[in-house]
């Protein structure tokens, strides 16, 4: 089987952390006999260095003819100041909405190496297993008009809300799908006391639920949610929520986990293409360092494998490895104070577990 994965490293430590998972891609395909072609794109501050900006119609015509894109991050400091359409952050907006990867699924793990570096309680933590699915290509981040304007004689400034129906309904039913196959219950997540999006929101899950007998329906409003999350976790199968209320509480869920270096994600559109990245940015901090954690993007090479390849075994196969290496007790620094391994050492420490699981 010969599958073109686009690699599309970015900023900050995206590029080392890219490395780790294309070299476990590599592993797999060596093993198990497959053969993936990689070729890279430039996208976000590292594409306005090169070519003037952050999404290159070349970067978006290699993604489309690719199988599956795995990227890194983008973003840093050095592109701050510039102005909205020349920001990194831009070209990440763009591909996402070019290839219509409308559903974010961002699961949240609590491993059980790793129920000692949560900032939760061991029993809080133990077994929690959240599947958040994110509205990615609409909200607050797409709406029109956005800018700075007089208002009442004053600067002030304009972003704008805005879904239809039918954007709202597809991310429900493929929420409403994935618990059908999981734990049976989605808590849709919405400010509906607020927000008149919101209001059709709870209506579309309503409706939606009506389809899906077997799944039980639970409102949350989106503040209680946040709480929620950190006090009692277990109570979430699926979580779907909108695209702004997705992107902060899967970072607080990471918590759970032990590090924002832990989350993978996948963004999908309904075909078997998507495109997979950890959850975390760019980590300016420690970019450049060999520190990063690569286990979030390790991890997405799995959910690559899974959704868009169907090789689950192989998925099995990493996600194994990288419990293997926590039960043996490699960290990187964002999960210990004292030992910590660089990021190429964990990667080497995940394809040497993988060697052995496929030789033993
Ligand atoms: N998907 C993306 O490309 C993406 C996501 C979030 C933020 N960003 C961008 O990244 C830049 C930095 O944002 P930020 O600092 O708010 O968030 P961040 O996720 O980059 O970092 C937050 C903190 O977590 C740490 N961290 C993140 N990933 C880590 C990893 N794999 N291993 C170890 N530690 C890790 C960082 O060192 C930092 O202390 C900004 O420009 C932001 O827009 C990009
Ligand atoms: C960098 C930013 C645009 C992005 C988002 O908000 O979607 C990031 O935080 C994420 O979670 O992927
Ligand atoms: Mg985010």
């Not at 070019?98 to 900032?119: C, G």
């Not at 918590?255 to 924002?260: P, Q």
């Not at 075994?313 to 926590?326: M, P, T």
Request: net charge negative; with cysteine.
């Amino acid at each position: 089987m010969i599958k073109k994965i686009t690699t599309l490293p970015g900023d900050g430590i995206g590029p080392e952390i890219v490395e780790s998972g294309k070299a476990v891609l590599q592993v797999i395909a060596d093993l198990y006999g497959h053969q993936f072609e990689f070729q890279e794109g430039l996208i976000g501050g590292a594409a306005i260095d090169a070519t003037g900006v952050p999404l290159p119609d070349e970067t978006i015509e290699r993604c489309q003819s690719s199988d599956a894109c795995l990227l890194g991050a983008v973003g840093g400091p050095k592109w701050d100041q510039q102005p909205p359409h020349l920001r990194p952050e831009k070209g990440l907006l763009a591909i996402r909405q070019a290839l219509n990867l409308y559903a974010n699924l961002r699961p949240v793990q609590a491993l059980d190496a790793l129920i000692e570096e949560s900032t939760l309680k061991p029993e809080v933590v133990s077994g929690v297993d959240v599947l958040i699915v994110r509205e990615l290509t609409g909200g607050i981040y797409f709406g029109e008009p956005r800018e700075r304007r007089t208002i009442d004689g004053e600067e002030g400034v304009v972003d704008t809300l805005v879904y239809k129906k039918s954007e709202i309904e597809r991310l429900l039913h493929r929420a409403f799908q994935f618990a059908e196959i999981r734990g049976k219950h989605v808590t849709s997540v919405d400010k509906a006391n607020v927000l008149e999006s919101s209001r059709m929101w709870r209506e579309c899950a309503n409706e939606v639920a009506t389809h899906y007998p077997s799944v039980t329906l639970e409102h949350m409003l989106v503040d209680n949610a946040a709480m929620q999350l950190i006090r009692q976790p277990k109570q979430f199968d699926v979580l779907v929520t909108e695209n702004l209320f997705g992107d902060i509480l899967s970072d607080e869920a990471s918590m759970i986990t032990g590090s924002l270096g832990m989350l993978p994600s996948a963004s999908l559109n309904g075909t078997a293409f998507g495109l997979y990245e950890p959850v975390h940015g760019s980590a300016p901090d420690i970019a450049g360092l060999n520190q990063a954690n690569p286990l979030a993007t390790i991890a997405s090479t799995a959910m690559l494998l899974r959704y868009s390849f169907g090789l689950l075994e192989e998925a099995d196969c990493i996600e194994q490895a990288i419990n293997q290496v926590l039960l043996k007790g490699y960290r990187t620094a964002d999960l210990t104070n004292a030992n910590a391994i660089s990021t190429e050492e964990m990667t080497k420490a995940v394809i040497k577990e993988i060697k052995v699981a496929i030789h033993s």
